[in-house]
T-cell receptor
């Protein structure tokens, strides 16, 4: 079974601060996804990174896929209260029917 | 607009009861999934279905069964509910060969 470890598990910061969330594995993935889940809702896809070394930006969010396609990071610049939520990374394995393996999640709270 | 709907947001059941969780999607997706979500453990796959009347065990199928008689509907059945099945249950769907999973809003099940 492939495993994805996310760190930190919890993060509480003030509005305006920067933060980075990490997603690590010993396995290689075909691609990696980041989802955000708000309380009482299901996860919603933010981004998919496919190529080793790829960097994608979504406004204040920057996603990076490691060169070896085993790890990823999510960096948020100038966090806002609206960024509060649970961030989940998920690895996709083309050799296993595109099955998704989820990390444990990072719960982010941004205080005004 | 893409829609995955789970029949209940909150459910309280007694130990030993048979429990049905229903999920319906309106996107004509072939693949459907049931996950359970527990703090720090991320999403763990219970069962999935590639298409109508097809089902495959995920990582934690014990104590659960599923039914997919129609393409749009995927039901999760707890044959005899136990307290360790208290959890958030999430249904998801996606196109065959696709990468993005669309989630329902979740059902928080409490077994007392």
């Amino acid at each position: 079974t492939q495993l994805l470890e996310q760190s930190p598990q919890f993060l509480s910061i003030q509005e305006g601060e920067n933060l980075t969330v990490y997603c690590n594995s010993s396995s290689v993935f075909s691609s990696l996804q980041w989802y955000r889940q708000e309380p009482g809702e299901g996860p919603v896809l933010l981004v998919t990174v496919v190529t080793g070394g790829e960097v994608k930006k979504l406004k204040r969010l920057t996603f990076q896929f490691g060169d070896a396609r085993k790890d990823s990071s999510l960096h948020i610049t100038a966090a806002q209260p609206g960024d509060t939520g649970l961030y989940l990374c998920a690895g996709l394995d083309n050799n296993a029917g595109n099955m998704l393996t989820f990390g444990g999640g990072t719960r982010l709270m941004v205080k005004p | 607009d893409v829609k995955v709907t789970q029949s209940s947001r909150y459910l309280v059941k007694r130990t030993g009861e048979k429990v049905f969780l229903e999920c319906v999607q309106d996107m004509d997706h072939e693949n459907m999934f049931w996950y359970r979500q527990d703090p720090g453990l991320g999403l763990r796959l219970i069962y999935f279905s590639y298409d109508v009347k097809m089902k495959e065990k995920g990582d934690i199928p014990e104590g659960y069964s599923v039914s997919r008689e129609k393409k749009e509907r995927f039901s999760l059945i707890l044959e005899s509910a136990s307290t360790n099945q208290t959890s958030m249950y999430l249904c998801a769907s996606r196109f065959q060969g696709g990468t993005e999973a669309f989630f329902g809003q979740g059902t928080r099940l409490t077994v007392v």
